[in-house]
Structures are given as structure tokens and as C-alpha cells.
């Protein structure tokens, strides 16, 4: 079964937008707020080289930001819409 993280804080709209349209989807993800959990938010920078949010982990894609292109493409591909 795959994994979704989105790793987001809770000031971000961008963030409320992907997670809104992920439930659209019904898609099923973690949320992780690194404005909370400082040391989610260091392995979030390790994974993604970046400490802006929203950042969307499926399995080992990393995906920068709510582009719901790219989002969907991944579910897609791993049959999950």
C-alpha cells in the first residue's frame, strides 16, 4: 500500500489547498505539520532539499509545492485515482 505524506504548516494556503484536493480524491495521507514538529520539518529539508511547504511525499516521489499536475500524475501511475 503506498504512503502519502504531505508536509505542510498550518498558515499555508497552498497546503489547505492540496490537502483539500487530495480529499476530493480520496486519497488517504499524513499530515505533518512542521511548524509543530521541528524534527519532521529537518527530514522533510533532507528529503526535499527545501524548507518551504507544501511538500508531498508519495512512496519515494517527492513533489515540491501543490502542482496538481505532477500529484496526479503520481497517483495515477500507482493506481491511486
Do not use: F, R
Given at each position: 500500500?503506498?504512503?502519502?505524506?504531505?508536509?505542510?504548516?498550518?498558515?499555508?494556503?497552498?497546503?489547505?489547498?492540496?490537502?483539500?484536493w487530495l480529499k476530493?480524491?480520496?486519497?488517504?495521507?499524513?499530515d505533518i505539520n512542521v511548524g509543530i514538529d521541528h524534527d519532521k520539518a529537518k527530514k522533510m529539508?533532507?528529503?526535499?532539499?527545501?524548507?518551504?511547504?507544501?511538500?508531498?511525499?508519495?512512496?519515494?516521489e517527492i513533489i515540491i509545492g501543490f502542482d496538481r499536475a505532477k500529484i496526479e500524475?503520481?497517483?495515477k501511475s500507482k493506481k491511486l485515482i
Open positions: 500500500m503506498s504512503k502519502i505524506i504531505v508536509y505542510s504548516t498550518t498558515m499555508c494556503p497552498y497546503c489547505v489547498m492540496v490537502k483539500d476530493s480524491k480520496k486519497v488517504s495521507y499524513e529539508i533532507e528529503k526535499s532539499g527545501q524548507s518551504g511547504v507544501p511538500v508531498i511525499e508519495i512512496d519515494d500524475e503520481v497517483l
